[in-house]
């Protein structure tokens, strides 16, 4: 753990923070939202832990995802992979070659993904569409930008996406993406002035019944934009006032013949975040 880093879990009524091993609870209102308006969201967690209570490390059933009021946004063909399997989706619609420019373009593909409601927490339930056939998760190293727009710390996101759906045609992607359920955040967020590095993995696993059915890794390196440009672009003409998280693209694809089934469990694991545990409602 980097020096200064610090973890923030979410609970009812506030938040607790974990610094080496340490944990301390901050008096009410102290939240998420005090967090992301802050002018220096790292000064002012180091100021509220060094003031704040003892607590005990929060049990995994009480965890929220970590966020309040802020929205969620997400980027596009950020991996090489992804660019593939897009190409894939849209192909026979006609709009394969959308993809490969936005690969190359200056400006990356940049949509809403959620309102806090649709955003599961640790240990929540995501949803697949009714209306799809072909549904899969994507995880993601997801971005916590403060109001002003700085880049204060990560979480591990999980991009619920409708393959089916955004593959029949380029406008339907709203559809494919934001639903109920159709994102989670967790297990804490992670706050640093370094964000991970090249060789931060990140790993996915799926298990049906019990059975392991897809696990799939990548590496933060992989990623092919750099992640201050994407919030500058997500900034540009536009305004969070509570702050927002945005989630960088998915290097790890399931194979195509692969769906989502209700009651499979999905895990993605970022260090030194942990492991968001979902299950597929």
């Keep these: 753990m980097h020096e200064g880093m610090t973890r923030v879990f979410a609970i009812d009524g506030g938040v607790v923070l974990e610094r080496g091993g340490e944990y301390r609870r901050p008096a009410p209102p102290f939240g998420m939202d005090v967090i992301f308006t802050a002018e220096d969201p790292l000064q002012l967690l180091a100021t509220a832990f060094a003031t704040a209570a003892a607590a005990a490390p929060p049990e995994p059933k009480a965890l929220h995802a970590p966020l309040q009021s802020q929205e969620v946004w997400a980027a596009g063909v950020t991996y090489l992979r992804s660019k593939d399997a897009r190409l894939e989706e849209a192909r026979q619609a006609g709009g394969g070659d959308f993809y490969h420019r936005v690969y190359q373009a200056e400006r990356p593909e940049l949509f809403f993904k959620a309102t806090p409601h649709r955003v599961a927490g640790p240990g929540g339930k995501v949803r697949i569409r009714s209306d799809s056939r072909w549904n899969v998760p994507e995880p993601e190293l997801t971005l916590a930008v403060s109001a002003a727009g700085r880049i204060f710390g990560y979480t591990i996101g999980n991009d619920m996406s409708s393959r089916d759906i955004e593959g029949e045609n380029p406008l ?16 804490c967020l992670v706050t640093c002035e370094q964000l991970p590095g090249g060789d931060t993995a990140i790993e996915m696993a799926i298990l049906r019944r019990g059975v392991v059915v897809f696990a799939g890794a990548t590496h933060v390196s992989q990623i092919k934009r750099p992640l201050p440009s994407l919030v500058q672009f997500l900034f540009r003409d536009n305004s969070f006032p509570m702050g927002a998280y945005l989630m960088t693209g998915t290097g790890v694809v399931p194979p195509d013949e692969f769906t989502l089934h209700h009651g499979d469990q999905i895990s993605i694991t970022i260090e030194p975040v942990g492991t968001l545990h979902n299950l597929v409602d």
């Design 172 to 187: 339907y992607l709203p559809q494919a993406k934001t639903y109920a359920g159709s994102a989670a955040l967790g297990p």
